[in-house]
């Protein structure tokens, strides 16, 4: 019963350099969601996805991308890391109850 | 501009006695609201929610009730146990972010149950 799993649990880069956080979930959700969490902000919608092939554009979206090519998956990219995106990440699948995964804990130096 | 406000950091309640967590929100559209609960290095797990035709929801010990006039929420934990120290988040739901079904999280409240 895997849910929502996120690859990959920490990461640490140094400034400049990029990386792509992958979500994969096993429920057939058609609905997925990257959050990121810092403290005393609680969680901010970075991008989502209603569907294979869709993403928009979250409360914070700058400095992300994001591909869903299959309906499992919802990736994340960082194309160029900054200190700034020091967080946490949460992928979410679900449509309204959502589902989270155990998070990507992402340093940037 | 916080949307969805949760005014205490922290809260430590005795074992057995009831926990109450609070909510704010400023937006009138929100039409659902949910509490999330979250352990150390874990993603969040849902928990309860209500409808804004609701006042109240109910699921075992927990208890969401919800007051449209004044923009709050709060949840009831009775009788709290130790194992119900975590952090819990509130969450919104905007009635016209269309099918994406957004939801706008509030800041979280540390819970400690002290045995």
């Known amino acids: 019963n895997a849910g929502v799993t996120q690859t990959p649990k920490f990461r640490v880069l140094k400034t400049g350099q990029s990386m792509t956080l992958l979500c994969a979930q096993d429920?057939?959700?058609?609905?997925m969601y990257w959050y990121r969490q810092d403290p005393g902000m609680g969680l901010r919608l970075i991008h989502y996805?209603?569907?294979?092939?869709?993403?928009a554009k979250g409360e914070v979206p700058d400095g992300y991308n994001v591909s869903r090519l299959k309906k499992q998956n919802f990736l994340l990219g960082l194309e160029s890391a900054a200190p700034s995106q020091t967080s946490v990440y949460f992928c979410?699948?679900?449509?309204?109850?959502?589902?989270f995964g155990q998070g990507t804990r992402l340093t940037v130096v | 501009d916080q949307q969805v406000k949760q005014n205490s950091p922290s809260l430590s309640v005795q074992e057995g006695r009831i926990s109450i967590l609070n909510c704010d929100y400023t937006?009138?559209?929100?039409?659902?609201f949910l509490w999330y609960k979250k352990y150390p290095a874990e993603g969040p797990t849902f928990l309860i929610s209500i409808s804004s035709i609701k006042d109240k929801n109910e699921d075992g010990r927990f208890t969401v009730f919800l007051n449209k006039s004044a923009k709050h929420l709060s949840l009831h934990i009775v009788p709290s146990q130790p194992g119900d120290s975590a952090v819990y988040f509130c969450?919104?739901?905007?009635?016209?972010?269309?099918?994406?079904?957004?939801?706008?999280f509030g800041s979280g409240t540390q819970l400690t149950v002290l045995p």
């Open positions: 979410a699948s679900g449509k309204t109850e959502a589902f």
């Open positions: 429920m057939n959700h058609e609905y």
């Open positions: 996805s209603v569907g294979e092939g869709t993403t």
């Open positions: 937006n009138s559209m929100f039409d659902y």
């Open positions: 969450a919104a739901r905007n009635r016209i972010s269309g099918s994406a079904r957004q939801l706008t």
